[in-house]
């Protein structure tokens, strides 16, 4: 009989497929039910009656954890920049973005990264590199500072953010405002300083400005996370029914 | 919206206009309102009137939920009722 259900979409077998299961199994249709089920199949997928829907749930441990590792993330990131540009000190910045960044990383965790593991996984690969090349002193420290930066607006960056965002419930709008008003300026702020149109290595107003809103959406996205409610990648469908 | 399940929607309507109803259940109550209704046009009528916020589903516990008008359904399944010469 499962055979039959799989003539409908997913969506519809994620909805009704157990419980039609069940009147198969009670009501054995006869030939004229099987081509009556046949037909309701393809109907079911020129006129799709069923939407995915996602998933709203109570934040877990796991998500309050991950909420904080963004918080985490992205505090160290602001204040990173904050503090390298009202103090100006002649420091290695590297280190603590490269540790937001990790911290970014892993408020991704479980089925997120399974469900994106390509870009978290090339994403992870720059962050390692980046630490190799740091550790044997190969690049000068701004020129390092810049690969991780690169690798995450380019690649963590928008992803790891509209994952976290989806993740806090943002709507698929509100996750395109956030993009837009955080991803873009890290780009522009680091080929800036990349061509020297930014005569300094140390932040200035410029590189702070084009950087702190990344900082700020990972700091709002985590207590989001943290605080729930939690949406669900994976999907079930409803078709107005309550639970 | 309804197409070709208009008929078989209404029969689910008046089938539904009582106690709510597990699909089984709902098969058997509009055969025996309306003879022979195929499993896939059962399901395909109860996905649209669900969709039109007439029928909702609710989990009593049971492995399987069980179906009942809306406020809207009980109205529109009391026309349903007159339209088929079987005022309630």
Known sequence: MSALIRLYPAAWRARYGLEFEALLAERPPSKRDLLD???????????????????????RITDRLAGAAAVAGGLIWSATYLVGWLVQ???????????????????????????????????????????????????????????????IVGVLGPGALALAAARAGTPAGGRWRLLLLTVPWPIIGSVAVA???????LPGPVVVASFLPLGLAWIVTGFRIARGPIV???????????A | MLGRYVEPALWVLIALDG???DLTSMLDAVRSLDGPIGHGTLVGAVSRLERLRLVESVWTGARLPMYRLTTLGRMAAGSAAILKGRPA
Do not use: K
Request: charged fraction near 10%; hydrophobic fraction near 60%; glycine fraction near 6%.
């Open chain 1, 89 to 151: 000190a002649d420091g290695d910045l590297s280190l603590p973005i490269l540790a937001a960044l990790g911290l970014m990383l892993l408020s991704l965790p479980g089925t997120y990264i399974v469900a994106y593991a390509r870009p978290v996984a090339l994403a992870g690969i720059a962050v390692a590199v980046s630490l190799a090349l740091l550790f044997a002193q190969v690049l000068p420290w701004d020129l390092i500072l810049l690969v991780p930066i690169l690798a």
């Open chain 1, 195 to 201: 061509v020297g149109f930014v005569p300094t290595v």
């Open chain 2, 19 to 21: 106690d709510p109803l």
């Open chain 1, 232 to 242: 669900s990648m994976s999907t079930v469908t409803t078709a107005g029914g309550t």
């Open chain 1, 37 to 59: 089920i046949v037909l309701a199949a393809v109907d079911a997928r020129l006129v799709p009656q069923v939407e995915a829907a996602p998933v709203a749930r109570q934040a």
